[in-house]
C-alpha cells in the first residue's frame, strides 16, 4: 500500500512539474513575440512619420522637382579589437533612426510647411501595419503627452527620434493576440514535427504491422 502511494505522489508530480513547464514555456514563448511583434509595429510608426513629413513637403514643392529628396546619413562604426577594420552593429535600425531624425530637422526648419496631418499619420500607419502581416481593428497616433486614444485594453507603442529621448508619439492600436496566437503555434507545430513524424513512421513500418497483427 505504501508502495503504491509513492508511486501515485511520485507520478501526479511528474504530472504537475511537466504542466508548470509548458505552462513556463508557452508564457515566455508568448512573451518572446509579442516583444518582437510590438518592436515591428514601432518601425512602422517610424515609418509612417517619415512618409507623413514628406507628404507634407511635396505638397509646398514650391515648383521644385519632388521626385527624390536628398538624404545625408553618417553611420557610426565601431573599431574591431583584433582585426582592421569597423562593425556596424543594428545598422538598420541606426539608420531608420538617423532618417527620422533628419525629416523632423527638415520639418523643424521647413517654411510654409503645413500643420502635421494626424489623420494621414493614421491611414498612413494602418497601410504599414497591413505590409507587415499584421492587421489591428483600429488605430491611432497621438502626441505623447495627449490622453486621446488611450482605452482599456488596447495596446500601444512609443516612439522616440533617439535613444534618451522623450517619445514624440503614442501609437494605439487593437490588440493582436490572434497575431501572436498564429505566430506561437506555427513554432510549436513546427518543434513538434519531428516527433509527429518519427511516431507516425513507427506505427506504419513494416516491424510494427508485423507486431500489430500478432
Known amino acids: 500500500m505504501k508502495r503504491f502511494r509513492l508511486i501515485t505522489t511520485l507520478s501526479l508530480t511528474g504530472i504537475l512539474l511537466l504542466v508548470v513547464g509548458n505552462i513556463w514555456y508557452l508564457h515566455s514563448l508568448y512573451d518572446t513575440i509579442k516583444t ?4 515591428t509595429v514601432t ?3 517610424r515609418k509612417a512619420d517619415i512618409l507623413e513629413i514628406i507628404n507634407r513637403m511635396q505638397e509646398t514643392g514650391n515648383g521644385q522637382d519632388d521626385s527624390f529628396i536628398r538624404l545625408t546619413l553618417i553611420v557610426q562604426g565601431k573599431k574591431r579589437e583584433k582585426e582592421r577594420g569597423y562593425d ?3 545598422i538598420l535600425e541606426n539608420l531608420n533612426t538617423t532618417m527620422s531624425e533628419y525629416f523632423h530637422i527638415i520639418e523643424r526648419s521647413g517654411d510654409g510647411l503645413p500643420e502635421r496631418s494626424y489623420a494621414m499619420l493614421d491611414s498612413i500607419f494602418k497601410k504599414e501595419l497591413n505590409s507587415a502581416g499584421l492587421y489591428p481593428e483600429k488605430v491611432s497616433i497621438v502626441p ?3 490622453e486621446t486614444g488611450k482605452v482599456k485594453g488596447v495596446w500601444s507603442v512609443d516612439l522616440t527620434l533617439s535613444e534618451g529621448q522623450p517619445p514624440i508619439y503614442k501609437a494605439y492600436f ?3 493576440n490572434g497575431y501572436v496566437l498564429r505566430q506561437m503555434s506555427g513554432i510549436i507545430a513546427k518543434e513538434n514535427l519531428p516527433y509527429i513524424f518519427d511516431k507516425f513512421y513507427r506505427v506504419t513500418s513494416g516491424d510494427c504491422y508485423e507486431v500489430l497483427r500478432r
Request: charged content about 20%.
Open 36 to 39: 518582437q511583434t510590438l518592436r
Open 144 to 146: 505623447a503627452d495627449s
Open 88 to 90: 556596424y552593429p543594428n
Open 43 to 45: 518601425d512602422c510608426v
Open 174 to 176: 487593437s490588440p493582436l
